[in-house]
């Protein structure tokens, strides 16, 4: 099979990787969804580049957290797993498992669900988004019950989070377009103001990429080759959006949106995994472009502020893009990961 052809020397990566861990380090992230994206870019580092140190920090993030006390969980709350599923493989400590488990019993038991067990994306205790579905809770909650299902060797989980993978495709990814609306209104029956907005496709395409990365013999589950279309045909549509800086627009489809960087490297992230080598030169442009918005510190640069599904296409166009944000940090490491990772050696070009 013809590889996915990516410049980037491994050595220069991996620097660029760890001034993004250093910063994320010194952000006083909470246990909520930006902590939650963050961490898991930083198990992604760990993972791929074997530094010990990164997964040193995060064990010592959270004894610093569990003395002061952990709030109560909620969809958003969830992410925190992926960097709990981490330190649990790492270390087998039943503290971590003891988490997870505790967050899986949330998820299947308690959280709001409406149709067919759909999840509902909540951000509080309160019922915020009444029978709202929203593309980050795949990143949120269905990916992680994909990942402990996997794990543990629980079968339900699996289908649990293959189930809500197929659900937000249906409500979600607009069939004529390919593209992900960021929401759908269940007692409404509509997306609400009907936006293209780039990070919920980027939840969209990094997490149906992982899929097939996390999930063996996956083709013996019926949704999967829904999960793999749905992918194939979103970012065959997304990289003919792609600006001539590298970027997507936080608005997809609107060209004068400005470039985000979450957005960008999520989607970048999902093109890396998949491995189509008809996607090189869009990687490319996208990889340049991501890193030239990562200051020397490791700050990620130009990545929007926390979005709800907002009314109409100006609010999300006037969401800032001033400071750093969690998830800006971590959907960078996962791109830059998924790069290391595709091969290639310490000198040469990745191949």
Not at 47 to 65: F, H, N, P, Q, S
Request: aromatic share 12%; with cysteine.
């Amino acid at each position: 099979m013809i590889k996915l052809k990516i410049n980037a020397a491994a050595t220069d990566l991996r620097q660029v990787v760890g001034c993004v861990v250093d910063y994320t380090f010194g952000m006083d992230l909470t246990w909520d969804w930006p902590g939650g994206v963050a961490f898991y870019g930083v198990s992604r580092a760990f993972e791929v580049t074997g530094e010990k140190a990164y997964l040193e920090r995060m064990a010592d993030w959270c004894e610093e957290y569990f003395e002061a006390g952990l709030p109560g969980w909620t969809v958003n709350t969830c992410a925190m797993g992926h960097m709990l599923l981490t330190l649990y493989e790492q270390t087998k400590d039943q503290k971590y498992l003891e988490l997870i488990l505790s967050k899986v019993d949330y998820l299947e038991n308690k959280a709001l669900r409406f149709g067919d067990r759909v999840l509902q994306h909540t951000v509080s205790a309160k019922n915020d988004f009444p029978e709202q579905c929203w593309a980050d809770t795949l990143f949120m909650a269905a990916y992680f019950l994909l990942r402990v299902g996997v794990k543990l060797g629980k079968k339900p989980l699996i289908d649990d989070a293959l189930h809500q993978f197929y659900w937000h495709i249906n409500y979600l990814q607009d069939e004529n377009t390919a593209l992900w609306y960021h929401g759908y209104n269940n007692l409404k029956q509509d997306h609400m103001s009907g936006i293209y907005w780039a990070r919920a496709n980027a939840w969209a395409a990094y997490t149906m990429s992982r899929v097939s990365k996390v999930l063996p013999e996956g083709y013996l589950y019926p949704p999967f080759m829904h999960i793999g279309s749905s992918l194939r045909d979103q970012l065959a549509a997304i990289k003919r959006l792609q600006k001539e800086d590298g970027l997507w627009g936080t608005v997809l489809d609107f060209p004068e949106a400005y470039g985000e960087i979450s957005a960008t490297a999520g989607i970048t992230a999902a093109m890396v995994t998949q491995d189509n080598p008809l996607h090189a030169k869009y990687v490319q442009r996208a990889l340049d472009g991501t890193l030239a918005n990562i200051a020397s510190n490791g700050r990620v640069l130009n990545v929007s502020g926390g979005t709800a599904v907002m009314n109409d296409i100006e609010g999300y166009l006037r969401v800032d893009k001033k400071w750093a944000q969690g998830w800006g940090q971590g959907l960078a490491l996962a791109l830059l990961t998924a790069v290391i990772e595709s091969g290639g050696s310490d000198d040469d070009p990745m191949t």
